[in-house]
């Protein structure tokens, strides 16, 4: 399916998403913290799009935003899709998590949480996954700081 296509399918499932390719050839889709569980369901379940390969999970700092960009791949119809969510709220970053949908998920949202911060709702075992639990703070964002540690140059 060309990414027209995708696109013209997609946009009439939920409502206000937006679409871009920002000059790559994956159809970028961003989509609002509460709309991105039941659009990655439908992404999935969806007898024309089976998007059944989450393939890439990652935390992103936009500073001031926090999001999460998801790529997906249907196995069946060779076609992929870039899915992104952002919030503003640095203090308590949260977003549905989508390991029911793609068991691979609960590893990466764990990773992200590690990392950036950012709660999963509904993950079934959200704790740190390469960090102490002593650990403060969250290295991967742009605000983050550590005296110990610093690189400076």
Same mark, same amino acid.
């Given at each position: 399916?060309?990414?027209?296509?995708?696109?013209?399918?997609?946009?009439?499932?939920?409502? %206000?998403?937006?679409?871009?390719?920002?000059?790559?050839?994956?159809?970028?889709?961003?989509?609002?913290?509460?709309?991105?569980?039941?659009?990655?369901?439908?992404?999935?379940?969806?007898?024309?799009?089976?998007?059944?390969?989450?393939? =890439?999970?990652?935390?992103?700092?936009?500073?001031?935003?926090?999001?999460?960009?998801?790529?997906?791949?249907?196995?069946?119809?060779?076609?992929?899709?870039?899915?992104?969510?952002?919030?503003?709220?640095?203090?308590?970053?949260?977003?549905?998590?989508? =390991?029911?949908?793609?068991?691979?998920?609960?590893?990466?949202?764990?990773?992200?949480?590690?990392?950036?911060?950012?709660?999963?709702?509904?993950?079934?075992?959200?704790? *740190?996954?390469?960090?102490?639990?002593?650990?403060?703070?969250?290295?991967? *964002?742009?605000?983050?700081? %550590?005296?110990?540690?610093?690189?400076?140059?």
């Amino acid at each position: 399916m060309t990414n027209e296509a995708l696109q013209n399918l997609i946009s009439g499932w939920i409502p %206000d998403l937006e679409f871009s390719e920002e000059g790559s050839q994956f159809l970028n889709i961003t989509v609002q913290p509460e709309q991105l569980h039941p659009l990655m369901l439908k992404l999935k379940t969806n007898s024309d799009t089976k998007f059944d390969y989450l393939f =890439c999970l990652s935390g992103v700092d936009w500073e001031p935003e926090l999001g999460v960009v998801y790529h997906l791949e249907s196995t069946e119809y060779r076609h992929t899709i870039v899915v992104k969510v952002k919030t503003a709220d640095r203090e308590n970053p949260t977003f549905d998590s989508v =390991c029911d949908i793609w068991k691979t998920a609960e590893f990466h949202e764990r990773e992200v949480f590690d990392f950036f911060g950012i709660k999963f709702n509904n993950h079934p075992n959200l704790k *740190r996954l390469f960090l102490t639990d002593e650990w403060e703070g969250f290295p991967l *964002r742009k605000d983050y700081e %550590d005296e110990i540690n610093m690189v400076i140059k």
